[in-house]
T-cell receptor, first 110, second 112 residues
């Protein structure tokens, strides 16, 4: 049973639109949640971390966490073609290993 | 501040050989985790080291092993290589606990 689930996509949005990426997790003990962006052939790059319920904004990115629903999301406003990548959701509890979802491939069309 | 450094970047090995990959974490980070990434399986957790001790281990055969040195640098070793071991091997360093982890560039291993 997968512990972190993401829609594999691909998700396609037009340039300037809002891209919405979703993630659910099964371990209620998860305390920390992360979004990574991975371009093809490159390693994952951390773009957001969120630890408490609610929204966290950083530039065009907003992470949302709802622990009761075991749900994490990432919104990308004013999407740009350079945002085209695979987005990985990860959850971690205490000293345990970080569990990753399979990733959602996002394409932003000019 | 230097990032996570993995060496080598690329490797080609023959079936049956062994290989050692190296990871130097961000200065001050004591936790190093290793992952295997393949197109079909995504990011699979191998193991995590913290202060020279293996704290967590994924579901990989014993051919995969690792260690961490007192300066937090880590190595992973794969013995008796199989074709299916061809993958991108990534290490990530963090302060430990449920804190942000940062990945190195990865080592792309090809087994022929």
């Amino acid at each position: 049973q997968k512990e972190v689930e993401q829609n594999s996509g691909p998700l396609s949005v037009p340039e300037g639109a809002i891209a919405s990426l979703n993630c659910t997790y099964s371990d209620r003990g998860s305390q920390s949640f992360f979004w990574y962006r991975q371009y093809s052939g490159k390693s994952p790059e951390l773009i957001m971390s969120i630890y408490s319920n609610g929204d966290k904004e950083d530039g065009r990115f907003t992470a949302q966490l709802n622990k009761a629903s075991q749900y994490v999301s990432l919104l990308i406003r004013d999407s740009q073609p350079s945002d085209s990548a695979t987005y990985l959701c990860a959850a971690q509890s205490g000293g345990n290993d970080m569990r990753f979802g399979a990733g959602t491939r996002l394409t932003v069309k000019p | 501040k230097a990032g996570v450094t993995q060496t080598p970047r690329y490797l080609i090995k023959t079936r049956g050989q062994q290989v050692t990959l190296s990871c130097s974490p961000i200065s001050g980070h004591r936790s190093v985790s290793w992952y295997q990434q393949t197109p079909g399986q995504g990011l699979q957790f191998l193991f995590e080291y913290f202060s020279e001790t293996q704290r967590n281990k994924g579901n990989f055969p014993g051919r995969f092993s690792g260690r961490q040195f007192s300066n937090s640098r880590s190595e992973m070793n794969v013995s008796t290589l199989e074709l299916g071991d061809s993958a991108l091997y990534l290490c990530a360093s963090s302060m430990g606990g449920a804190t942000e982890a940062f990945f190195g560039q990865g080592t792309r291993l090809t087994v022929v």
